[in-house]
């Protein structure tokens, strides 16, 4: 248990973190994009054309035609990040919180509540307009930013109250992914999808056959992603199918590698100790003794873990902040304070401030006084209901998910994906303002007291 606590510590430090800069970069875009003298230049910014070309070849087009900066954020940069998801489910579900049914069941409850209850709300207040098709907005947790709210509480929050609601996100971050895959797809290229395919097939027998190089998944995985793009598959699917075929079995037991350790740290014990103190260049067979180590210490982390490891900082202080700062600039100059209330905009808050929360608290409630599940460690009813309320914070995946469903380039569109930015900022703002005056309220004032990780 002391493994698992550890584990979902690192992840949650890693999310609130960035949950910061992530923030930061919200509100840069919002600052930049409103100043008269740099609006055209943010909003020009984002056309620039990129290629990554041999010879005719160019691996960032989409159908003969080179993508746009925009396009390489929202379709290359955001398929590593739900890579990185991918990565975290499979640990998840292999030695995390999803490992056990009995630890898993309640979060994945919450979960489902979480993404049905806002859709339908969404859905019924939708019926019949231009918007109804962005149903699935309203489904997301932000996992930076909710957790992010609740770093600002310190050790006040108990460890069960966070492993809880970054269990629930991960589980969120699984149903948007299948429905980005389900309905997100357009008309299908069979041919590339096979070449898919095959580089797919290429990954599993590379697992099965213990290849442990990441430059191997890396190559098939990239070209996994051109022929998803190219397929009409949307291409972050493909983040996530090949994450699933990383190993997560390393070629050392512990075992094993604490006896090369031993071997090694054996032979520098007969050494002249003044030779070792004095800050001199290594000899050779210092240097080959090092060496062995160092390949040991390669061989005894999966290539899963490593992966998922290397991907935290690049996913959670470049990818992520650099796709909030490309796509929620929204420009204030010629809105109304009434889009607030008719339009698209008041059915996102809704469902996502009310509808998150009635959602995973109300399926939370039901699991477990049905007995099929406990409180979680540190918990009660007041702290579950704060902890839905943080679910409300829909930010990244929302964004996303309105860009898929509004982000063609057509004027009525681009006006219904301005308004819908507008309703998930103000709902997450909402949502992360009442849930950290909820938990603040019902936290005790004291630090809880925290399971040793080690």
């Given at each position: 248990m002391s493994s698992v606590f550890y584990t979902a510590r690192k992840t949650i430090k890693n999310y609130a973190n960035g949950g910061n800069v992530l923030i930061f970069a919200t509100a840069l875009a919002l600052i930049v994009?409103?100043?008269?003298?740099l609006t055209d230049f943010y909003n020009s910014l984002w056309t620039h054309e990129l290629a990554l070309q041999v010879g005719s070849f160019n691996l960032f087009s989409h159908h003969g035609e080179p993508m746009s900066i925009m396009a390489f954020i929202n379709d290359a940069l955001m398929a590593l990040f739900f890579f990185s998801v991918g990565l975290?489910?499979?640990?998840e579900v292999l030695v995390g919180e999803l490992s056990s049914f009995r630890n898993a069941l309640l979060p994945i409850v919450a979960a489902v509540g979480g993404m049905a209850v806002p859709v339908l709300i969404y859905i019924f207040m939708a019926r019949g307009t231009a918007y109804a098709d962005g149903w699935a907005i309203p489904m997301a947790t932000d996992i930076a930013f909710s957790l992010g709210v609740l770093a600002m509480l310190g050790n006040r929050v108990p460890i069960g109250?966070?492993?809880?609601?970054t269990t629930l996100a991960v589980v969120d971050d699984i149903g948007g992914i299948l429905v980005i895959a389900l309905f997100y797809s357009t008309s299908i290229d069979y041919t590339l999808l096979l070449w898919a395919a095959g580089c797919i097939a290429v990954?599993?027998?590379?697992?099965?056959?213990?290849?442990?190089?990441?430059?191997?998944y890396a190559f098939f995985g990239t070209f996994v992603w051109f022929f998803f793009l190219n397929a009409g598959i949307h291409p972050t699917i493909a983040g996530v199918i090949v994450a699933f075929t990383i190993p997560a079995k390393p070629v050392f037991a512990p075992k094993n590698y604490i006896k090369t350790i031993r071997k090694n740290i054996g032979y520098f014990s007969h050494d002249d100790d003044e030779s070792l103190n004095s800050r001199t260049i290594l000899d050779k067979d210092q240097m080959n003794w090092l060496k062995e180590i160092e390949s040991a210490s390669d061989?005894?982390?999966?290539p899963l873990q490593d992966m998922e490891d290397t991907l935290h900082p690049l996913v959670n202080y470049i990818i992520v902040p650099l796709f909030a700062f490309a796509n929620a600039g929204i420009f204030f100059g010629d809105m109304e304070i009434s889009q607030l209330f008719h339009g698209i905009a008041p059915a996102i808050i809704t469902a996502l401030v009310a509808g998150k929360f009635l959602g995973i608290f109300i399926f939370s409630w039901l699991?477990?006084?049905?007995?099929?599940?406990p409180m979680p460690e540190g918990g009660n009813w007041a702290r579950l209901a704060s902890v839905s309320m943080l679910g409300g914070i829909g930010f990244t995946v929302s964004l996303f998910i309105a860009n898929l469903s509004f982000g063609t380039g057509d004027a009525v569109l681009s006006?219904?994906?301005?308004?819908?930015?507008l309703g998930i900022l103000v709902a997450s703002l909402l949502a992360g303002i009442l849930g950290w005056a909820l938990m603040h309220l019902t936290l005790p004032?004291?630090?809880?007291?925290?399971?040793?990780?080690e």
């Open positions: 994009v409103n100043i008269p003298s975290e489910i499979k640990r109250l966070k492993v809880f609601l990954l599993i027998a590379g697992g099965y056959a213990g290849v442990q190089s990441k430059m191997f061989k005894v982390i999966s699991t477990i006084i049905l007995r099929l599940a006006q219904l994906l301005n308004d819908s930015k004032k004291e630090p809880a007291e925290q399971e040793n990780p």
